[in-house]
């Protein structure tokens, strides 16, 4: 029979949206992720979805803004138009830890995993509703660089959940560019300057130098910039100090990139020190580091993040400098399983249907699937209620259980079970 | 010193937001609930938060579209005032049905936990944003009564992960109200009829008689409706029975009720058929149910749900009845914490911190922590990396951690740890 629709029934455009097989794999994901997070000390919260407009955009401003979901209260429109959907949970995070800085232990380790929002225009791999796992650490006015290594290991092995062939983290800090940029005094363009080095991969190099011009400056910075560009790799710290570069905001950068690196090094975290990475959001002022998987370089950065020192100071004048990074797993999600590095598995979703032959065993086959689920705590135990002739309710339970027990009279009198292997055909004793 | 705010960092009116020990409870009583669901062979799904407003408003109207949160692009608010933010599982629920039709098993035990949305006025134990844990079994054709029994059980042992002293599951079946209405011929007012039963607890017994008085229903009627109302307890089925009332419906409702009520006892699902119980949503079209703390039932319905053969029926000419239920969690734990039956753990969150004397013991100390994490994978392990005396590290340590490990020089060198439970002052070797 064909089915007539009356509304359309699709989901919205840049919404995920998944059958349970699908649901299941991203929930283990999810799952992994958490525990990796738990084991390394982060304590987990969950801010609100919505909040007031001028939290959310108190730093953001620009993109951010038009992308943003504002919400309406169909009854009271005027009072409720100054709040909107969170589109990330670094800025929920200052807030609360502002808001309840005094029931918290400082430095705070948090986790937040959860659901963002921005309504960008839909795109391929681009969501408007995502899963963002995140961690971060606050620290009450200072907060040691050690807490950055933190960060990028644990996410590093959060990733090992996705069992990919191999992930490049490429690391900088901001100081570095920062730094070089009040050097050639350039201070005064440098939004537009880290704008332009955050996006040189994305274009030509000819765009790039051609952005650079448009800025009215000189062939003799454009080629001290690209030199910069070029740094990565392991000799990235003799080359940047190689660069005689007196600044010191550029040396405390070095100081930093050789701090994070080694300690990372040391914990057997591999990283790239790469001076293209700068990330596009200006509240970070330090580390900043972008994830790929290497033949996958076109999925994009799939973990990011760096160290804000800045972010609360819009919202007190305690300092509160943070650090952390966020693995977009909705998107990470999409790619991976288009891209074939995912898939779902192919085994039935139930452990055991328990299939009652007609309803006057229906009581025993509660009882027996009460006694399995106490005995086998992580099995799943389904019974088949239908009213169905038993061809109909076992070819239900094959599509939906790895195993069967069938109950009829003689089962109910003799209690004698016998247990059946969907995939083998093979039969034994409950 | 005395911190001073830039902007108001509370959280809107009507959002829960946790410190991270109290997280930490909601978060296991949320596993705890999608344990017994899974266990009981619900498949997980997630819906989009936003779905279209045609979609959610298709059947609700009334009190839901005025509750309801419409989001605004802002960038482009023409096109995206038709999005609103779902306001239950079970709207988006029978969409996914509709949609998905083809790639799901039926009868589709489903389970969903997860944010919804009211814009209700906000008031003590009502919540603007709310976790909702659901189960719903949706079946093609039809869907026997049995599975109304299976989603009753499943709650009752999900609600047992809050370790309440009782719990009362009351038990009616919509077909009752309406056979006895239809029977009276007041079926052009069952809608006033039903919500004046609903709220007939809330109000004072007069009241609910002059509610009925003004639509002009007889005292004979009404007396009728008032011993009606009074039926409850084990001996619901006989009482109505005994009222003789021939309306097909009317013996519908109690043949229905008797078989539910008959296999929840003999799965040990004490229930109370209760003739109050109705349910305000009009979309529930057979059996009804609500639950109660007995001694707090001032705190309301904590779970409740029925049975629904008509949801989808606005989205598609094919049939697909449902029964469903729902943990109001964000509530539930609000009133419960209140009321002082749920506690959170005085354990600090972390199982063991390891101190690092001087910055030169850290990467031995990261190391010990990546060996403490391999070999406990429930343990959460932090490294106190801040750079600050012995002394103050370890008084964080203490606030926390339950078990401590110092790494000196001397510590590094011989590799011969000490662990020390903080809540005892006991040490021994690690």
Redesign the interface.
């Known amino acids: 029979?064909k089915?007539?629709?009356?509304?359309?029934?699709?989901?919205?455009s840049g919404?995920?949206?998944?059958?349970?097989a699908s649901?299941?794999t991203f929930?283990q994901l999810k799952r992994g992720i958490s525990?990796v997070f738990?084991?390394?000390?982060y304590?987990?919260?969950?801010?609100?979805?919505?909040?007031?407009t001028?939290?959310l955009l108190?730093k953001a401003g620009g993109d951010t803004?038009?992308?943003?979901?504002?919400?309406?209260?169909?009854?009271?429109s005027a009072d409720?138009a100054d709040?909107a959907?969170r589109f990330d949970h670094t800025v929920p995070l200052a807030?609360?830890v502002?808001?309840?800085?005094n029931?918290?232990?400082f430095?705070f380790?948090?986790s937040q995993i959860g659901?963002n929002?921005r309504?960008e225009r839909a795109q391929k791999g681009r969501f408007?509703?995502f899963y963002q796992c995140d961690i971060d650490i606050i620290?009450r006015e200072?907060l040691?660089l050690?807490?950055d290594a933190?960060i990028i290991?644990t996410l590093a092995e959060a990733l090992s959940v996705f069992q990919l062939p191999a992930i490049r983290i490429r690391l900088s800090n901001r100081q570095l560019l920062s730094g070089l940029l009040a050097e050639l005094n350039l201070n005064h363009i440098s939004a537009d300057i880290f704008n332009i080095v955050d996006h040189a991969e994305k274009v030509p190099p000819a765009t790039t130098k051609q952005r650079l011009l448009d800025l009215n400056i000189s062939e003799d910075h454009i080629a001290t910039l690209h030199d910069f560009m070029q740094i990565n790799g392991p000799d990235t710290i003799e080359r940047l100090r190689a660069l005689q570069i007196s600044n010191a905001i550029f040396q405390q950068g070095i100081n930093a990139l050789e701090q994070v690196f080694t300690?990372l090094k040391?914990?057997n975290v591999s990283v790239v020190p790469d001076m293209l990475i700068v990330r596009g959001l200006d509240y970070y002022t330090g580390t900043v580091f972008e994830t790929f998987v290497p033949g996958y370089e076109n999925l994009g950065s799939i973990c990011s993040g760096g160290r804000y020192d800045q972010l609360a100071s819009?919202?007190?004048?305690?300092h509160f400098p943070g650090v952390g990074g966020s693995i977009g797993l909705t998107r990470l999600y999409a790619v991976l399983s288009e891209a074939g590095l995912l898939s779902d598995s192919t085994e039935p979703?139930?452990t055991i249907?328990i299939v009652p032959i007609s309803?006057s065993e229906?009581?025993y086959a509660?009882?027996v699937a009460?006694e399995l689920?106490e005995q086998n705590?992580?099995?799943?135990?389904?019974?088949i209620?239908?009213?169905k002739k038993l061809g109909a309710k076992l070819s239900?339970a094959v599509?939906?259980a790895k195993f069967g027990v069938i109950i009829g009279e003689s089962e109910v009198k003799t209690g004698n079970l016998q247990i059946k292997n969907f995939a083998t055909g093979q039969t034994s004793s409950l």
Not at 38 to 41: F, I, T
Not at 43 to 52: A, G
Not at 65 to 76: D, G, N, R, S
Not at 98 to 101: A, G, N, S, Y
């Open positions: 029979m089915s007539m629709k009356k509304l359309n029934t699709t989901t919205i919404m995920q949206e998944l059958l349970p649901q299941a929930n525990s738990y084991r390394h000390g304590q987990n919260i969950e801010t609100p979805t919505i909040d007031r001028e939290i108190a803004e038009k992308q943003i979901y504002k919400v309406i209260k169909t009854a009271e409720s709040q959907l807030r609360y502002v808001e309840h800085e029931d918290l232990a430095p380790k948090v659901r929002f309504g408007r509703e620290g200072s040691p050690a807490y933190d290991a300690s040391n914990q819009h919202y007190t004048d305690q979703p139930i249907a309803a229906i009581p509660n009882q009460a689920r705590p992580n099995y799943a135990i389904d019974v209620l239908t009213d239900h599509k939906i």
